[in-house]
């Protein structure tokens, strides 16, 4: 869909609204969120202007937050930096995947745009700018769409680093390693629930595993203990089903994607 496309703001233009409300799209034209007579406000799930950008959920599990919230806000040209209507926080927990902060995000965003379009309603409302929440000298995060690069487990780096990307990932795109055989099969894996288990690791990214309960992998502090796990061109399963498939006696271990891209 063109959304500068004449017969699409023709179409638009029909419904005669009064407000437009956008969650979860594509930048807007101009003529487009400036049609309504009360203007547009978008949902966004973060705390703006802190993690503006396509993956808000993400990035902030990734990057190991404890709080996040949800922003309405009236759009303006540049992307997410309009003037903020409300707010409300909500908690990370230490467990969540980006899967489940999502879910509770949308029931809590649903009702904050009920609130939010009764607010404009009623002209009820103050606005806020976005400058005037943070101090001069506070570094803002930011929330650029995922990449596949951001989904690469790098294993040397802390067991807690890793934990976050992995659920921070989960259920979709996923984080993921590559694993190579001792015959020079390589795979890729992904992990998408694990937890940190407490060791002393000699190697990073040597997987260790009993052939039959357990396949964790050695950070450069720990090791993280995998849950549910997925090879390319199977299906996700927890790791007790995994092992019955997974061959222990060919020699796994962690490759670079080097080695994937000199092994295709």
Same mark, same amino acid.
Request: aromatic share 10%; with cysteine; glycine share 8%.
């Given at each position: 869909? !063109? ?14 609204? @009064? ?13 487009? %969120?400036?049609?309504? &007579?009360?203007?547009?406000?978008? /949902? !966004? ?27 309405? +806000? $009236? ?10 209507? $409300?707010? &409300?926080?909500? *908690?990370?927990?230490? &467990? ?5 902060? !999502?879910?509770? /995000? ?16 009623? #002209?009820?409302?103050? /606005? ?15 929330? *650029? ?9 790098? %294993?040397?780096?802390?067991?807690? @680093? ?13 984080? +993921? ?14 992990? $998408?629930? #694990? !937890? ?21 992998? =050695? ?21 007790? &089903? ?7 006696? #060919?020699? %796994?271990?962690?490759?670079? =994607?080097?080695?994937? #891209?000199?092994?295709?």
């Amino acid at each position: 869909m !063109h959304l500068k496309a004449e017969a699409f703001i023709a179409h638009l233009r029909s419904f005669q609204a @009064n407000l437009h409300v956008v969650v979860a799209f594509r930048k807007l034209p101009r003529v487009v %969120w400036q049609m309504p &007579e009360y203007g547009t406000f978008n /949902l !966004h799930a973060s705390l703006l202007p802190q993690y503006r950008g396509a993956a808000p959920i993400n990035r902030a599990i990734m990057n190991g937050e404890r709080i996040t919230g949800i922003t309405t +806000f $009236f759009l303006a040209d540049a992307i997410d930096t309009g003037k903020i209507i $409300f707010q &409300e926080t909500v *908690p990370i927990l230490f &467990e969540d995947t980006a899967g489940d902060l !999502h879910d509770r /995000l949308m029931t809590k965003g649903a009702a904050l745009v009920v609130r939010t379009a009764q607010a404009i309603a009623g #002209s009820d409302f103050t /606005l806020t700018a976005q400058d005037k929440i943070t101090s001069a000298d506070e570094m803002l995060k930011i929330a *650029p769409k995922i990449l596949k690069d951001d989904c690469l487990i790098n %294993w040397e780096q802390p067991a807690l @680093n890793i934990y976050n990307q992995i659920r921070g990932l989960s259920p979709f795109p996923g984080a +993921f390693t590559y694993i190579r055989s001792q015959g020079g099969r390589v795979i890729q894996l992904k992990i $998408f629930v #694990s !937890h940190i288990e407490a060791g002393n690791p000699s190697s990073a990214g040597s997987i260790l595993t009993d052939g039959k309960s357990f396949l964790k992998i =050695a950070t450069t502090d720990g090791f993280i203990v995998a849950d549910a796990l997925q090879l390319e061109g199977k299906k996700r399963l927890h790791t007790i &089903e995994f092992m019955h498939g997974f061959q222990q006696d #060919s020699g %796994w271990r962690i490759c670079t =994607a080097q080695e994937f #891209s000199e092994s295709g």
